[in-house]
């Protein structure tokens, strides 16, 4: 009898190692492993920034939205970018002229290049021209990028339809304008919020619908991670963070006063070509209105890590 049960369990355990192996290998996005990612985060600074003599007006009590993220990150690798390289050089006929310069790659010649911004970013640009006011409305546009960017892999998971950019010439003798290109934005959203930093994939559109340009800078998502408490900075200490022009602030030049009217917690990630940040993890984003002499003078954000470092 005690062998059997012992042949038994031991058939029980193998199944449960088989199955946690097949959902490791083959639903790797949807596992929450303990090990907090966390990276510090190196926040883009805006031209002015305004002055540091501004005054921080906080109300006491917020109530801060999508607060239930801040237990969440995630994990991302571009280990196939190089692939996704290969299939814009398949589907566009780009030479194999190829220029290294440390973390930038170009490959290509005269007007049809592609260039990969270590495993971060790849900007395409083909040799067609904005020729004349396009021809293709914005459901086509987006139909016509969406389609490709689904082709060439290129729209990773969480990203959605930003809306659409036009390029604009105008006449200076009658100020008619003419539509030359369209761009297509499309921006990453987990868990039903928005991701900020440069987590963005654009396609531009002339003519009839050619294809001018294509913009990924984005990561794939590898895993999902839980963030243990004592690795969240408080509501508190972000506030103190965002009054000494920490993280990323935003204010209009000459603005004295701040009134920082609501609180949120967004993901972040940082795409930027150059950066080593592997990681979509959650931040404060504080918005409100600026003041100068008590008279509004535009909007204010700011972004600061919710994560210890």
């Known amino acids: 009898m005690k062998k059997k049960i012992i042949i038994a369990m031991g058939s029980v355990v193998l199944l449960v190692v088989c199955v946690l192996l097949v959902k490791h290998f083959f639903f790797n996005e949807s596992v929450v492993e303990d090990g907090d990612p966390i990276v510090e985060i190196q926040f883009p600074q805006a031209a002015g920034g305004g002055s540091r003599d501004v005054v921080f007006e906080f109300k006491d009590n917020y109530d801060i939205k999508n607060e239930e993220i801040l237990n969440t990150s995630y994990t991302t690798n571009n280990n196939d970018i190089d ?25 290509g010649e005269g007007g049809k290049t592609i260039t990969k911004f270590g495993d971060n970013a790849i900007d395409f640009q083909n040799d067609v021209r904005a020729e004349g006011e396009i021809s293709v409305n914005d459901e086509e546009c987006r139909e016509i990028a969406e389609k490709l960017l689904k082709k060439l892999d290129l729209l990773p998971e969480g990203m959605e339809y930003g809306g659409i950019g036009e390029e604009v010439q105008t006449d200076l003798q009658t100020n008619e304008e003419t539509v030359l290109a369209k761009t297509v934005y499309f921006y990453r959203e987990l868990d039903g919020v928005s991701v900020s930093g440069k987590s963005s994939v654009s396609v531009t559109i002339v003519g009839s619908g050619d294809v001018k340009s294509i913009y990924y800078a984005c990561g794939e998502i590898s895993k999902k991670h839980e963030i243990d408490d004592e690795n969240i900075i408080s509501l508190e200490e972000a506030i103190e963070a965002c009054k000494n022009f920490e993280g990323q602030v935003v204010i209009p030049d000459e603005a004295d006063t701040v009134k920082v009217e609501s609180v949120e917690v967004v993901y972040w990630e940082d795409s930027t070509p150059g950066s080593e940040n592997k990681a979509i993890q959650p931040v404060y984003k504080f918005t409100g209105t600026a003041y100068i002499d008590g008279e509004s003078c535009g909007e204010f954000f700011a972004y600061q890590s919710a994560l210890k470092e």
Do not use: A
């Open 83 to 107: 692939k996704k390289v290969k299939k814009i050089r398949s589907k566009y006929n780009v030479s194999k002229e190829e220029q290294d310069m440390r973390d930038i790659v170009m490959i």
